[in-house]
């Protein structure tokens, strides 16, 4: 990604962020929904549930997981130094899980006629990196 030199520096989560720790319990095995018990602060497995609620046909569901990962990214994303505006690198992991919450929530707004909300959501991931369509 090109860096615009009016826009912010880009904002990286840290590596030790809580996403880092769960995506290594799925790895090990550990079931979802654990995942985002043991690791509440952390957007990957919410973003994860939200994208299997969709799939299972339950936008209801899929918007309350997306939600929670989409504020808990957003609280992370803050006290990294992010203003409300410029870069979140996709291809930083650590970012990733709130990229993911945030386009699921578009998802999951758009099923249930949220429209304005699902249009916010895109246009937030599509500023903070086009990328982020591609997780």
């Known amino acids: 990604m090109t860096q615009n030199l009016l826009e ?7 590596e030790d962020h809580p996403d880092m720790a769960a995506r290594a319990a799925l790895d090990e095995g550990v079931d979802l929904r654990e995942v985002a018990a043991r ?5 990957y497995p919410w973003a994860l549930l939200a994208r299997a609620s969709l799939s299972a046909g339950d936008p209801v ?3 309350a997981f997306a939600r929670t990962g989409y504020h808990r990214g957003l609280d992370s994303l803050r006290k990294a130094g992010w203003r409300g505006a410029g870069p979140i690198p996709a291809d930083h ?4 899980g709130f990229l993911i919450a945030l386009l ?3 998802d999951a707004a758009e099923k249930i ?5 699902a249009q916010r959501c895109r246009t ?5 990196d086009p990328a982020a369509r591609q997780l």
Request: net charge negative; glycine share 4%; aromatic share 6%.
């Open 104 to 106: 699921a929530l578009a």
């Open 93 to 96: 992991v650590p970012n990733q």
């Open 113 to 117: 006629g949220e429209d304005e909300e």
């Open 61 to 63: 569901s899929a918007y």
């Open 39 to 43: 690791y509440p602060a952390a957007s």
């Open 8 to 14: 912010p520096e880009p904002t990286r989560l840290p």
């Open 124 to 128: 937030l991931a599509d500023d903070s």
